[in-house]
């Protein structure tokens, strides 16, 4: 046949088969296929291939390739950057993506960072780390050695840990490399709190002081307490110092002089932790930047407005449980907008504006675990064997690491969470330094520590 007369017969069976049923044209290509020889049918494979594998990564528009690609896993998302380098170039730019896989881990976001390659690598960092957490080796341990007597206070703030003993010292420590920074001589410590000039310490000789680093000298001594002085906070913006004793009293102090401002009484068994802390939210007591001074004993929490008028009075008494037989663990959280501690019955947490008990977590065997540190994705958690990492999105137990054998007891500040800010998610920068410290029966003190990411 003429190529002119093939170009008309082809038109013609185009529009006749254009006309057909989808039923027709099935049948047509049948029967055109049975008639077909081996050269035709290599042809009519070849070309089948192509048009059956056509990239629709690659022909749809960037925005529409974004929108089909949240909806993937991360898992499948590292798979399909395997198929090409298109395909990886534009998987690798889906932002969004990337950056919800990470909030799924737990991982804190900074939108203002677009670098799309940057989230990829953040969830390949975040997923290893996780890996970590899940088979109990994102930790590594080691011990700081220098006291000749129990070690009773601790205390931790960027990079350095500050211990206070039985034999009459205190000791700044540099946790990176285990070094002592200074050492100077005390009274026997049962709480500490520092600063970079300063050393603030409660004693079982029912006194409080406060030392110069440098020196070592006591420049203040707060006398008035008939009890061991179990824990102490302070603000050099109000000049304001609290501590709680044994003798169920909180006092108020002027950090500077020294004078008793206010006793605080109601407790009625020993007072084991005192926090003092700037209001975040909006209540009919308080408003934000309001001071407040949390106070708490075996089993009660108290809360009073701490400010200019020293004369305060107790604004909520907060319980888990009117059975005496259930007492409260000493480590208590309070970050301004929520109070959170654990019993027996398990871990409590109240909305700071309402006073309200916002949710009871209760993990398998609770009766033994006790509260270290409470952010807004994890919480980390300790019993007589193992250092736990509570996701609280799903109130599951993520992981942990075993602590060594001997312990103490949990009263007083023998254990302590080291870095907080990754209990608010992990970034990729939060996970370093110190993460529990607890004072051992040989005068050493055990330090648990985030391991490098491999």
């Not at 898992?75 to 395997?82: A, E, K, M, V």
């Not at 169920?248 to 068994?269: D, I, M, Q, Y």
């Amino acid at each position: 046949m003429e190529k002119k007369d093939f170009e008309a017969w082809l038109d013609n069976i185009s529009i006749a088969f254009l006309s057909l049923t989808d039923l027709q044209k099935n049948e047509t290509l049948d029967h055109l296929i049975s008639l077909s020889g081996a050269v035709q049918l290599r042809h009519l494979s070849n070309n089948l291939e192509i048009l059956l594998k056509r990239d629709f990564l690659k022909l749809l528009p960037l925005e529409l390739s974004f929108y089909l690609l949240k909806w993937l896993d991360p898992q499948t998302l590292l798979t399909c950057c395997l198929v090409s380098k298109q395909w990886n170039k534009v998987i690798s730019a889906c932002t969004e993506a990337w950056q919800t896989a990470c909030k799924n881990l737990g991982w804190q976001i900074d939108d203002s960072v677009q670098d799309p390659l940057h989230w990829k690598k953040v969830y390949l960092k975040a997923i290893l780390r996780m890996k970590q957490l899940k088979d109990h080796e994102a930790f590594e341990t080691s011990s700081l050695i220098g006291h000749s007597a129990r070690v009773y206070a601790l205390y931790y703030k960027d990079g350095l840990l500050c211990t206070g003993s039985d034999d009459l010292s205190a000791k700044l420590w540099d946790v990176s490399t285990g070094q002592c920074i200074y050492g100077i001589q005390t009274h026997t410590c049962a709480a500490v709190k520092f600063d970079e000039q300063k050393l603030v310490t409660g004693s079982f000789d029912n006194t409080v002081a406060c030392w110069e680093w440098s020196s070592g000298a006591k420049t203040q001594h707060f006398r008035g307490h008939s009890g061991a002085v179990f824990s102490v906070d302070y603000n050099d913006e109000l000049d304001i110092l609290v501590s709680g004793s044994a003798d169920f009293t909180v006092k108020v102090w002027a950090l500077s002089t020294g004078t008793c401002l206010n006793t605080l009484t109601g407790h009625t068994e020993w007072v084991t932790k005192v926090v003092l802390q700037k209001c975040k939210v909006k209540s009919l007591m308080h408003s934000p930047g309001d001071y407040i001074l949390l106070s708490a004993d075996k089993y009660e929490i108290k809360i009073w407005p701490i400010g200019r008028e020293i004369n305060c009075k107790c604004l909520r008494t907060l319980t888990v449980s009117e059975d005496r037989s259930i007492s409260l663990q000493p480590r208590l959280h309070f970050d301004g907008k929520y109070i959170v501690c654990s019993s027996a019955l398990g871990l409590y947490q109240w909305d700071f504006a309402s006073y309200d008990i916002l949710r009871v977590i209760k993990p398998p065997d609770f009766s033994n675990v006790s509260l270290l540190g409470f952010g807004e994705i994890f919480a980390l958690l300790f019993d007589n064997r193992y250092l736990y990492i509570m996701d609280l999105r799903t109130e599951k137990l993520i992981s942990r690491w075993p602590l060594p054998e001997y312990r103490k007891s949990k009263r007083g500040s023998s254990f302590l969470a080291g870095e907080m800010s990754w209990l608010n998610g992990l970034n990729g920068q939060n996970d370093t330094g110190l993460v529990f410290a607890t004072s051992m029966p040989d005068h050493s003190i055990h330090l648990v520590l985030w391991k490098e990411h491999g």
